[in-house]
């Protein structure tokens, strides 16, 4: 048994500039990274045996968690969960779209250009807080471009996410304001292709 924490990022702060500035990496990952891990495990003391589960497990069954510390698993160990993926695929160094997973895009979309624009045209639309993401349905094994508002997982939904991108302001406000069009733009300098490819193959 033992508590959820915050995982070390793969980079150091200042590692994804110009594209993603040190102030908010810092922020981003040791304020509001940090705090849903933490609320998150205040939410688990009361069912202690709860920590023996993957927070993976947690999401894909949000069902099987006492109902008056559901909201706050789904919240903050939504936070805690799409986080962690959101840092493991950013790389400072540029990485290609190849493989199978370049092969299964092509297939979905035509081609990788129109999977960017679809992915960026998705990311621009939504609206408030929440993530654009690729996944794999789990029934069908299709590629799919969704949204989720607030910390909600492709993973209570029966997706598997490989790639994301997070449109909370918090992502973006010090550097790029209210353009979110030019911090999306710039996010795709970042992706680190190796990692989805990985994902994608697991
Ligand atoms: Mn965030």
Redesign the pocket.
């Known amino acids: 048994m033992s508590k959820h924490e915050l995982p070390a990022l793969p980079f150091v702060f200042d590692a994804l500039e110009p594209y993603m500035d040190a102030k908010t990496v810092e922020i981003?990952w040791g304020k509001?990274?940090k705090t849903y891990v933490d609320k998150l495990n205040l939410a688990l003391e009361k069912y202690s045996d709860l920590f023996d589960k993957t927070i993976e497990d947690l999401l894909i069954d949000l069902n099987a968690v006492p109902v008056d510390i559901r909201n706050a698993v789904r919240n903050f160990g939504g936070?805690h969960a799409?986080?962690s993926l959101?840092w493991k695929i950013l790389s400072p160094k540029k990485t290609k779209c190849s493989g199978k997973i370049a092969d299964a895009l092509n297939k979905t979309f035509g081609n990788f250009e129109e999977f960017k624009k679809q992915f960026s045209d998705k990311s621009l639309a939504l609206f408030g807080s929440g993530w654009v993401w690729l996944v794999v349905d789990l029934k069908t094994k299709n590629l799919e471009i969704i949204s989720t508002l607030n910390q909600d997982s492709p993973l209570s939904l029966g997706k598997k996410p490989i790639l994301v991108i997070?449109l909370?302001e918090?992502?973006y406000y010090l550097k790029y304001q209210n353009r979110r069009n030019e911090f999306i733009e710039s996010w795709w300098n970042l992706v680190n292709w190796n990692k989805v490819e990985e994902l994608f193959s697991l």
């Open positions: 981003h509001h990274h936070g799409n986080h959101f997070d909370w918090h992502a």
